[in-house]
């Protein structure tokens, strides 16, 4: 059977192969193919084809979701999905002639899209009424008629939010369509407006508001020294609290202030610590009602932050206020919280959002800015895929998990040098215990293979960087990573006391080298946005108004219609949509489902979704949940790489039941059983990664061979391990990670 291949756009071009018309267009996403005549009559399926194939019957069947039929006319097709091969320029390189092509394809894709069709009858749109008002705001965006769909206004819409945000913000501004031009479309519009509303978050922190701040930015390029010019006001302040990207950094603080004799509690999601005072060296800084011993300062993450009343604070790497998933906490911080002092550590590029937003709250900001402790330069050549002239000291970056131990295995065989791993997926502990194999200068380890994970959190003796690739998958496809990144892992190269006269940066690719020295000296683009999340009472109050839709579709229902302002946008819901989607069979309450789907996991590790389940009836149900009935650690460590990924999901498991320990401490109980299954996931990890050997990286001629490191019979136990899981979880029995 020969079927013609028509994508759902106009601009077609035509070729013809053998009995067969085959209508295309070069960039596409999905396609309609039709069977063709079987006497290859192609006069037959021209003139057909003229005629766009009825393109709204083709649409009509999609947006049913249907994935073939036939015409009213005769004729069958047949719905196919097919990936788009699109080469993302990097950031600087974004303009409008771009922008337009994206807002055509992002626009066909929402006219399509039978999740947006789904939503809009939640809403109560018709499939008629949305194909009538959908076909008016495309038109009239590709016309240039909306203000905020204008390719100049998008720009720097689709720098801030990528494709996925990009995609939201096209579906957002149709309700926004609807409710200016098509009131009626929609029941109760104006009020679903009006409770989504999220245009000033300035005015949430009411108790904020009642006082004057002070608000100092610490700005500059990695190794400047702002953090360690903050953290010296925190130390020498009453009462005071450190806000840190990452678990290690908050850990980092609350050692060094415990060490300095100041009492200092660390509180993150899975850990909370008070001051040892049994040594005599750290003295309380005063006494609770009950005759409990009070700490100066409290280290968090920047999620757990309190809103309690500081002298000082200190809130680190503020430019992640855009980031996409978490920029929401950084924005709560800068609003809320409540100290006379706020210190901002960051790059200089979160001044003017930073200023905007304070300027909006009627307070005045101080930037500080600092210059790079020690010298920073590009490399003159790259290293021309040679990994022979990997030297001790170097740290090869690179962003794909299996290339990390794929480049490991390459460079110790051709160069002698044993190298220390750290990527994202490795437990804190463990990334710590492998950045000091590689500072020591005695333990045998001579590099470093990381992936962006290094760009923050740990002390790194660095003397060189070497980026095997300046792209990253982002779930969809390779995109340029941003200035912004590149100069923080690049940056981490000679850090000012490692011994190093000066940092280099460079590339394993001559092709990559001028982009890199481009990205390295420049600026990167300043923030114009900052995140922000609806609270749980916006999003119980929406879920009244839609008694029987599920929790898991009113967070992008929510998404679509709130509004927002310019100086903000609303934070990606993708991973708690999946969270939501995972318990979404439970008889959980609405704020347990919220408080749920802010749990720290990524639901594509599939051992930690099936626990996340188990935990989550146990909440439904309220009984106590043993971790011993959900996890049982095999006695030998991993010898391959899928194996050890399993034990690096089992560890985030354990993570897991830590954190539900500090929201339902009755159900999650016995903390020190999962503490000490936890100690032992690691040190299993930490003799994995000493021990392990893996399939070499190189060919005959010692060219590094990219993505060659599976091994059947690994992955195959792998995924018996994962099955097993997973029928053992269904079941409700103990599951285990032996196979």
Same mark, same amino acid.
């Given at each position: 059977?020969?079927?013609?291949?028509?994508p759902l756009?106009?601009?077609y071009?035509?070729?013809?192969?053998g009995?067969?018309?085959c209508l295309?267009?070069?960039?596409h996403?999905?396609?309609?193919?039709l069977?063709?005549n079987p006497?290859?009559n192609?006069?037959?399926y021209?003139?057909?084809s003229e005629a766009?194939f009825?393109?709204n019957?083709?649409m009509?069947?999609k947006s049913?979701?249907e994935?073939?039929?036939?015409f009213?006319n005769?004729?069958?097709?047949?719905?196919?999905?097919?990936k788009?091969?699109?080469?993302?320029p990097?950031?600087d390189?974004?303009?409008a002639?771009?922008?337009k092509i994206?807002r055509?394809?992002a626009l066909r894709s929402?006219?399509a899209?039978?999740g947006v069709?789904?939503?809009?009858? !939640?809403?109560g749109?018709?499939l008629?009424?949305f194909?009538?008002w959908?076909k008016k705001?495309a038109?009239d @965006?590709?016309a240039?008629?909306i203000?905020k769909?204008?390719a100049?206004?998008?720009?720097s819409v689709?720098?801030?939010?990528?494709r996925?945000?990009f995609?939201?913000?096209?579906?957002n501004?149709?309700?926004?369509?609807?409710?200016?031009?098509?009131?009626d479309?929609?029941?109760?519009i104006a009020?679903?407006?009006?409770?989504?509303?999220?245009r000033y978050?300035?005015?949430?922190m009411v108790?904020t508001?009642?006082?004057?701040?002070?608000?100092?930015?610490?700005?500059?390029?990695t190794?400047?020294?702002k953090?360690y010019?903050?953290?010296?006001?925190?130390q020498?302040?009453? !009462?005071?609290?450190y806000?840190?990207p990452?678990?290690?950094?908050?850990?980092?603080?609350y050692?060094?202030m415990?060490?300095a004799?100041?009492?200092c509690?660390?509180?993150?999601?899975?850990d909370?610590?008070?001051?040892?005072?049994?040594?005599g060296?750290?003295?309380p800084?005063?006494?609770?009602?009950?005759g409990?011993?009070?700490v100066?300062?409290?280290?968090c993450?920047?999620?757990?932050?309190?809103?309690?009343m500081?002298d000082?604070?200190?809130?680190?790497?503020?430019?992640?206020? @855009?980031?996409r998933?978490?920029?929401w906490?950084?924005t709560?911080?800068?609003?809320?919280?409540?100290?006379?002092?706020?210190?901002?550590c960051?790059e200089?590029?979160?001044?003017?959002i930073?200023k905007k937003?304070?300027?909006?709250?009627?307070?005045?900001?101080?930037?500080r800015?600092y210059?790079?402790l020690?010298k920073?330069?590009?490399g003159k050549?790259s290293?021309?895929?040679?990994?022979?002239?990997?030297?001790?000291?170097?740290?090869v970056?690179t962003f794909s998990?299996?290339?990390?131990?794929?480049?490991r295995?390459?460079?110790?065989?051709t160069?002698?040098?044993?190298?220390?791993?750290?990527y994202g997926?490795?437990p804190p502990?463990?990334?710590v215990?492998?950045a000091?194999?590689?500072?020591d200068?005695?333990?045998?380890y001579?590099?470093?293979v990381?992936s962006?994970?290094i760009g923050m959190g740990?002390?790194l003796?660095?003397r060189r960087?070497?980026f095997t690739?300046?792209q990253?998958f982002d779930?969809g496809s390779?995109?340029?990573?941003?200035?912004?990144?590149t100069?923080?892992?690049?940056g981490?190269?000679?850090?000012?006391?490692?011994?190093?006269d000066a940092?280099?940066v460079t590339?394993?690719w001559?092709k990559?080298?001028?982009?890199?020295?481009?990205?390295?000296n420049?600026?990167?683009p300043?923030?114009k946005?900052?995140g922000?999340i609806p609270s749980?009472?916006?999003?119980e109050t929406?879920?009244h108004?839609?008694?029987?839709?599920?929790?898991?579709?009113?967070?992008p229902?929510?998404?679509?219609?709130?509004?927002?302002?310019?100086?903000?946008?609303l934070?990606?819901?993708?991973?708690q949509e999946q969270i939501a989607?995972?318990i979404?069979?439970l008889?959980?309450?609405v704020?347990?489902?919220?408080?749920?789907?802010?749990a720290?996991?990524n639901?594509r590790?599939?051992i930690?979704?099936?626990?996340?389940?188990?935990?989550a009836?146990c909440?439904? !149900?309220n009984v106590e949940?043993s971790?011993?009935?959900?996890?049982?650690?095999?006695?030998e460590?991993p !010898?391959?790489?899928?194996?050890?990924?399993?034990?690096e999901?089992?560890h985030?498991?354990?993570?897991?039941?830590?954190w539900?320990?500090f929201h339902?401490?009755?159900?999650?109980?016995?903390?020190?059983?999962?503490t000490?299954?936890k100690v032992m996931?690691?040190?299993?990890?930490a003799?994995?990664?000493?021990?392990?050997?893996?399939q070499?990286g190189t060919n005959a001629?010692g060219?590094?061979?990219?993505?060659?490191?599976n091994?059947?019979s690994d992955?195959q136990?792998a995924?018996?391990?994962?099955?097993k899981?997973?029928?053992?979880?269904?079941k409700?029995a103990?599951?285990? @990670?032996?196979?």
């Open positions: 059977m020969n079927f013609f291949r028509v756009s106009n601009g071009r035509q070729k013809c192969a009995p067969a018309l295309h267009k070069q960039m996403s999905s396609a309609v193919m069977r063709s006497k290859g192609k006069s037959v021209k003139k057909r766009a009825d393109l019957e083709i009509q069947f049913r979701g994935r073939g039929g036939k009213k005769g004729g069958d097709f047949k719905v196919l999905t097919q788009q091969e699109v080469v993302w990097q950031e390189k974004i303009d002639k771009f922008v994206q055509e394809q929402f006219r899209d039978p069709h789904k939503r809009c009858e !939640n809403f749109i018709s008629a009424t194909n009538l959908s705001y038109d @965006a590709n240039e008629k203000d769909l204008k100049d206004y998008l720009v689709l720098i801030r939010s990528g996925e945000g995609q939201y913000f096209i579906i501004q149709f309700f926004a369509y609807l409710s200016e031009n098509a009131p479309a929609v029941k109760n009020y679903l407006r009006k409770i989504t509303d999220l978050p300035h005015e949430w108790n508001r009642k006082m004057q701040r002070r608000i100092i930015m610490h700005v500059g390029p190794n400047s020294g953090t010019h903050a953290l010296q006001r925190l020498n302040c009453k !009462n005071g609290i806000c840190s990452l678990r290690l950094l908050a850990y980092e603080v050692d060094r415990n060490k004799g100041i009492s509690a660390l509180v993150t999601g899975e909370r610590r008070g001051a040892d005072f049994s040594n060296l750290v003295k800084s005063g006494y609770t009602i009950d409990e011993p009070c100066a300062i409290k280290s993450t920047i999620e757990m932050a309190s809103m309690d500081r000082v604070a200190v809130v680190d790497e503020i430019q992640m206020i @855009a980031d998933q978490r920029g906490a950084w709560n911080a800068l609003l809320g919280l409540q100290a006379s002092e706020i210190h901002l960051g200089v590029t979160a001044v003017p930073v937003i304070c300027a909006a709250l009627d307070e005045d900001v101080e930037v800015e210059s790079r020690g920073l330069h590009t050549k290293l021309d895929n040679d990994w022979s002239r990997i030297r001790p000291g170097d740290c970056v998990r299996k290339e990390i131990f794929a480049i295995n390459t460079i110790e065989q160069t002698g040098l044993r190298c220390a791993v750290i997926g490795l502990e463990a990334r215990e492998q000091r194999l590689f500072n200068p005695d333990s045998g001579d590099v470093l990381a962006d994970a740990i002390n003796s660095i960087i070497v690739t300046l990253k779930g390779l995109m340029p990573i941003s200035v912004s990144q100069r923080q892992i690049g981490r190269a000679g850090r000012f006391g490692s011994g190093a940092g280099e590339a394993m001559s990559d080298l001028e982009t890199l020295s481009k990205s390295i420049q600026q990167p300043m923030i946005a900052a922000i749980s009472e916006a999003i929406f879920s108004q839609f008694p029987n839709v599920p929790f898991s579709e009113l967070w229902m929510f998404r679509d219609i709130a509004t927002v302002d310019d100086d903000y946008f934070s990606s819901f993708s991973g989607q995972c979404e069979h008889p959980l309450s704020r347990d489902r919220y408080q749920l789907i802010y720290p996991i639901t590790d599939k930690v979704a099936l626990c996340l389940v188990k935990y009836t909440v439904a !149900n949940c971790i011993g009935s959900v996890i049982k650690l095999p006695s460590s !010898n391959t790489r899928d194996k050890l990924q399993v034990f999901q089992w985030r498991s354990i993570t897991l039941f830590i539900l320990s339902y401490p009755e159900i999650f109980a016995n903390i020190e059983e999962a000490n299954l996931c690691e040190k299993s990890i003799q994995g990664l000493a021990a392990m050997k893996g070499p001629n060219t590094f061979v990219k993505n060659k490191m091994h059947k992955g136990q995924k018996e391990a994962l099955d899981v997973q029928h053992l979880l269904e409700h103990m599951p285990t @990670a032996s196979a």
